[in-house]
């Protein structure tokens, strides 16, 4: 299994709404990923869990909060989102290598 | 961080070689070189790294500069499958990848 899977791919929710994403990947990586990307826009990374513990934050809002309950799983919970939060949100893992390996992404739509 | 510029956008020929620029004149001595690309409606996709010397792998070619202030991607033979965005990105952290805008490349048939 060399694939990055998320569900769902499409979430529509409301700015009262709680919800969550969910990355899940099988290779063995200890280095997991959440990245968001706007419409034309390049890929701004938010998280990384390094063997299951949070090693960077990018100033992320609370209203994100990531958990990674075990070294194949990511979650990003998400409650009282935005509009401007509308993005797709993609997961990706690594060994530590240069190489990451991208998940084809939650297409998230906030009303 | 050390800043990369590329071009918007590149146009080729299907079947000709393609050759991204990259210049990252403030690069330090401890960054690597990453290039990524993202086809439409797809997650990114590692293509290649190097620190000093050139490096070639099934994908591609990565030309650096002797003073590593700029660098090249080169693709062989363009195929309509390489239509892309192609992101060069300078890390000395494999954990820390940080996406610029990139050159978004057409390939004509």
């Known amino acids: 299994d060399t694939e990055v899977t998320q569900t769902p791919k499409h979430l529509v929710m409301g700015m009262t709404n709680k919800k969550s994403l969910k990355c899940e990947q099988h290779?063995?990586?200890?280095?997991m990923y959440w990245y968001k990307q706007k419409a034309k826009k390049p890929p701004e990374l938010m998280f990384v869990?390094?063997?299951?513990?949070?090693?960077i934050n990018e100033s992320v809002p609370s209203r994100f909060s990531p958990e990674c309950p075990n070294s194949s799983l990511l979650n990003l919970h998400l409650h009282a989102l935005q509009p401007e939060d509308s993005a797709l949100y993609l997961c990706?893992?690594?060994?530590?290598?240069?190489?990451?390996?991208f998940g084809p992404g939650t297409r998230l739509t906030v009303l | 961080d050390a800043k990369t510029t590329q071009p918007n956008s590149m146009e080729s020929n299907e079947e000709e070689p393609v050759h991204l620029p990259c210049n990252h004149s403030?690069?330090?001595?401890?960054?690597?070189i990453h290039w990524y690309r993202q086809l439409p409606s797809q997650g990114p996709e590692y293509v290649i790294h190097?620190?000093?010397s050139n490096v070639n792998n099934r994908m591609a070619s990565l030309a650096i500069a002797e003073d590593r202030k700029s660098s090249t991607l080169i693709l062989h033979r363009a195929t309509l499958r390489d239509a892309a965005v192609y992101y060069c990105?300078?890390?000395?952290?494999?954990?820390?990848?940080?996406f610029g805008a990139g050159t978004r490349l057409t390939v004509k048939p």
């Open positions: 990105i300078l890390t000395y952290n494999n954990n820390d990848m940080r």
């Open positions: 403030t690069i330090s001595g401890t960054d690597y």
């Open positions: 190097g620190l000093t």
């Open positions: 990706a893992s690594s060994r530590g290598t240069p190489e990451q390996f």
């Open positions: 869990y390094s063997y299951e513990k949070l090693s």
């Open positions: 290779m063995g990586h200890r280095a």
